[in-house]
């Protein structure tokens, strides 16, 4: 049998030199020092809680809702369905945590919750971007 009519070649490589190994672990570890270089030039984060992630939900919602962070920044277009839906996410949270949470995180998804809603309430009876007590 001829060599085009084998169609493909398997060749293992898991008995490779040492030279080429040891550059593959040369690449890891300039890898390495590379993450940790990104690691040390930002902030550590703060710990992932349940408060963090209804807190991380809420801002998007916001955002999408045409509020900005940082005056500085140029607002983000508005995108009502995208937040009615993170909305959602929030509400079906809140029913499938029910009893399940902290009187702490309870707070923090219904305050969160509460919030959102007026916002969108507000946005889409086109009353404006202001909410009124």
């Known amino acids: 049998m001829s060599e085009e009519e084998r169609g493909f070649v398997i060749r293992d490589k898991r008995g490779r030199s040492e030279p080429e190994a040891s550059s593959s672990q040369s ?3 300039s890898t390495t020092e590379a993450v940790s270089s990104m690691e040390s030039s930002h902030p550590p984060s703060p710990p992932l809680s349940f408060s963090s992630f209804v807190f991380s939900l809420g801002t998007s919602s916001l955002m999408l809702m045409g509020e900005t962070l940082d005056p500085q920044q140029p607002a ?3 995108n009502l369905p995208q937040a009615k839906e993170i909305i ?3 509400s ?7 009893s399940n949470l ?3 995180e309870a707070s ?3 305050d969160m919750l509460y919030t959102l809603r007026m ?4 946005l889409t009876s ?8």
Do not use: C, F, Q, R
């Not at 916002?119 to 507000?122: A, E, G, P, S, W």
């Not at 404006?128 to 007590?133: E, I, K």
């Open 119 to 122: 916002k969108y309430v507000t």
């Open 27 to 29: 690449s890891k570890a």
């Open 108 to 110: 923090v998804l219904g």
């Open 102 to 104: 902290s009187s702490d």
């Open 76 to 78: 983000t277009p508005m």
């Open 92 to 98: 079906m949270l809140e029913e499938k945590t029910k």
């Open 88 to 90: 959602d996410i929030l």
């Open 126 to 133: 086109g009353k404006g971007n202001t909410l009124s007590p």
